[in-house]
């Protein structure tokens, strides 16, 4: 069986250092205790050094919210590939929903994955509809976006280093109970693996993993995962709660029983 992924998306938060280190280390304590689950914490760059040192001996990997796509120059403000995996990056996220908002095109994610991938990081390349019209358009869209965000990268690139982040923009942010739910998300899952079937062949459609991110929640994630055919989950808010995100990463054993 495939390792379940948990990613957590800090975004800008926490405002000290020494709160993000309290944070990790509770997380690390309890995915220490939880087999089968790859656990992946994405902290905003100024904390990125101190937890990737946390993270040595464990199962808990670092991973950057964003990246340059050239690794040398005059760029002011930008975080190269190299400097990211050198300070200990292990993952990346690219084309975030809120990166989008600010401008980041389908063409900019596409140069930015290619480029961690390229500097040794798995590249979890997000796409997700802003809005779902009833007549099914948001398909087209999705697809229009994935092949986008996807075209400088070899099978290779996909089969051992791409994770993709299915996130519907309107989901994110929510109370749990407004959640996507989980034949929803399956039927979402199940359209991707068509698009990179029909794109990329059976092989790797099977292999890439597929998470599901917005609104994520101790209550929810067992069923996203499990009734939604998904492989895991991108977590913001939640993942900054260490009891709460706990609970989501144990969820991920097949028989957790919801109390
Ligand atoms: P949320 O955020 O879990 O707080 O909805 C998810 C994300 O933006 O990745």
New binding site residues.
Partial sequence: MKKKIIVG?W?MSPATPEEAKSIFLKIKRSASRVRGVSVVICPSDVHLMALAKLSSKGNVRVGVQNVFWEDKGSFTGQISPAQAWNAGARYA?VG???KRKLGETSADAAKKLFAVIRDGMTGII?VGEDTRDKDGNFFALLKDQLLASLAHISRHMLLHSTIV?Y?PVW????SDLQ?MKSRDVHETAIFIRKVINDAFGPDIARALPILY?????PENAHSIVYEGGVDGL??????LEPQAFSVIIKSMHPRHARK
């Fill in positions: 998306n975004k996220l975030h929903s809120e997000c982040a996130e989901e994110i942010g929510r959640a991110g917005g609104s994520v929640s991108l977590v913001g808010r939640q993942s």
